[in-house]
């Protein structure tokens, strides 16, 4: 995560970090909103910003920094498993299954693997596809 030009962006990051498990999710997202501007390659300051956004119970805004962390960072879980919650927050379950399929598909999962277990879900990796009752139609 680290930008060599920018010694002090750990301990910022950091410091967004406290605030953000101490519930100031303002402060915290303003500092990484100001990280992200100054280091615009460090993707993973989209993700964390995302997953802020979504933690401050701003999901319509967090969809689509967390939809731009899991297009790029495509095999790294974290992404994934926050976009999947916030689509499924926001009652996008049909999206909220496609992105689970699509990084299903490719990589394996502890996350997903016990949240297709509390929803009684499979997913079967030959034909990449999730089957369940409840499952809405358009997903796999």
């Given at each position: 995560m680290t930008d060599p030009g920018d010694a002090d962006l750990a301990p910022r990051f950091a410091e967004a970090a406290v605030l953000a498990n101490a519930e100031?999710?303002?402060?915290?997202?303003?500092?990484?909103?100001?990280?992200?501007?100054?280091?615009?390659?460090?993707?993973h300051l989209t993700g964390v910003l995302g997953a802020t956004l979504y933690r401050a119970g701003r999901?319509?805004?967090?969809?689509?920094?967390?939809?731009?962390?899991?297009?790029?960072?495509?095999?790294?879980?974290?992404?994934?498993?926050?976009?999947?919650?916030?689509?499924?927050?926001?009652d996008r379950h049909s999206e909220a299954c496609d992105e689970l399929v699509r990084f299903l598909r490719s990589n394996e999962s502890d996350l997903y693997r016990e949240l297709l277990s509390d929803l009684g879900w499979?997913?079967?990796?030959?034909?990449?596809?999730?089957?369940?009752?409840q499952l809405p139609e358009s997903a796999g």
């Open positions: 100031r999710f303002d402060e915290a997202i303003t500092l990484l909103e100001r990280l992200r501007d100054e280091h615009p390659t460090v993707v999901l319509n805004e967090a969809v689509g920094l967390l939809t731009q962390a899991a297009a790029a960072a495509p095999h790294k879980e974290l992404p994934s498993i926050a976009l999947f919650h916030c689509l499924w927050d926001l499979k997913f079967d990796r030959d034909t990449g596809t999730v089957t369940e009752a």
